[in-house]
């Protein structure tokens, strides 16, 4: 495939939409190089994808991968004012959950054997050894990847993440909590009561990882919360009501090798589309199609769509809990550790 944009192209369009300021002409253009640069991420996401399964001890082991939306990129690009386009290595993403943090672990090992391993863009996303730029209480790994034989010509990047269940369960909260009560903890947002419960709550998984022992006084004083009491409960509270409100599940299959997801945020329903290993990258870029060109931009925003290779729909609930309306694991674990939050 020949480049239809060259690199300097991409980073013209990434300052653009930066800015706000483009005309119509230049916002339109700045969106079809965007667009064309979502998509040529498509072939290095499947590859990932691959990669990811041959490191795995268990094939049951569900593996998903996303393209970056078009709105979320403008909104960091926006929030990053050092970012360009052709350097946010995470248009492409793909998440692994496993069981705990041993796993982890070892399966991290094998990846940074992958000769596509980038260690330099690596070492500073190890959120278990360093603080979340936020200081949110984010925990996970991400390693950074690197394409450089693909049809498009260019090099492209991949970020997989890889989370064991609870710290998986943890980031899960947090975005059914922003989706709800309309913050943005996600991005760093520092609102006082509902920051520092999380925090309390990372700290909580973190010591249970490491087996270390649960001191509820010393977890308490290093995340201070005031009128903590009534907080606490207030946070809470906005969980189990956000996870009470369940999605809709549509689908007439429960056995897949790969799939489309497609995620309506505004409806909270789930489309489910079977594919396979063949046809996956086509049929990906049909369904961003019939989004981005065949819905209005408001309608095509408020999709969520991810490519997944797994087995069976339990396994997608686990990577994506929110979208079935499932945070209870999360919810359970800090009514067992009440004192650490009041």
């Not at 903890?185 to 309390?200: A, D, H, I, V």
Request: with cysteine; charged share 25%.
């Amino acid at each position: 495939m020949t480049p239809h944009f060259s690199k300097n192209q991409v980073v013209d369009a990434g300052a653009l939409l930066r800015s706000g300021t483009a005309t119509d002409s230049e916002k339109s253009h700045a969106d079809e190089v965007t667009n064309y640069w979502r998509r040529i991420h498509l072939e290095p996401l499947q590859r990932m994808m691959q990669v990811s399964y041959s490191c795995l001890d268990d094939d049951s082991t569900p593996v998903a991968g996303r393209i970056k939306k078009y709105d979320t990129i403008v909104d960091k690009l926006r929030r990053y004012s050092t970012t360009k386009l052709p350097t946010m290595y995470d248009i492409a993403g793909c998440r692994i959950v496993v069981n705990d943090l041993c796993t982890l672990e070892q399966l991290c090992y094998r990846l940074t054997s992958v000769p596509e391993y980038d260690e330099e863009k690596s070492s500073k996303k190890n959120y278990l050894r360093i603080p979340h730029p936020s200081q949110s209480g984010y925990r996970g790994r991400h390693l950074i990847f690197a394409f450089d034989d693909l049809e498009c010509k260019h090099k492209l990047f991949v970020e997989l993440q890889v989370r064991t269940k609870l710290q998986h369960l943890w980031s899960t909260a947090v975005e059914l909590y922003d989706k709800a009560a309309k913050t943005r903890l996600k991005f760093g947002e520092k609102n006082p009561t509902s920051w520092q419960f999380f925090r309390r709550a990372s700290e909580l998984i973190r010591c249970l990882e490491n087996n270390e022992a649960i001191v509820p006084e010393r977890i308490r004083e290093a995340f201070p919360i005031s009128e903590a009491s009534s907080a606490a409960l207030g946070t809470l509270n906005v969980l189990k009501e956000a996870s009470e409100s369940s999605s809709v599940l549509a689908t007439f299959f429960d056995d897949f090798e790969y799939c489309l997801v497609d995620f309506l945020s505004s409806e909270q329903s789930i489309m489910i589309f079977e594919t396979d290993e063949e046809h996956a990258i086509d049929d990906y870029f049909k369904h961003e199609n019939a989004l981005f060109f065949g819905e209005t931009v408001e309608s095509a925003v408020d999709h969520d769509t991810v490519l997944v290779r797994g087995h069976s729909l339990d396994q997608l609930a686990v990577l994506y809990p929110n979208y079935f309306g499932d945070i209870s694991e999360f919810i359970n674990l800090i009514n067992k550790y009440l004192n650490v939050f009041y």
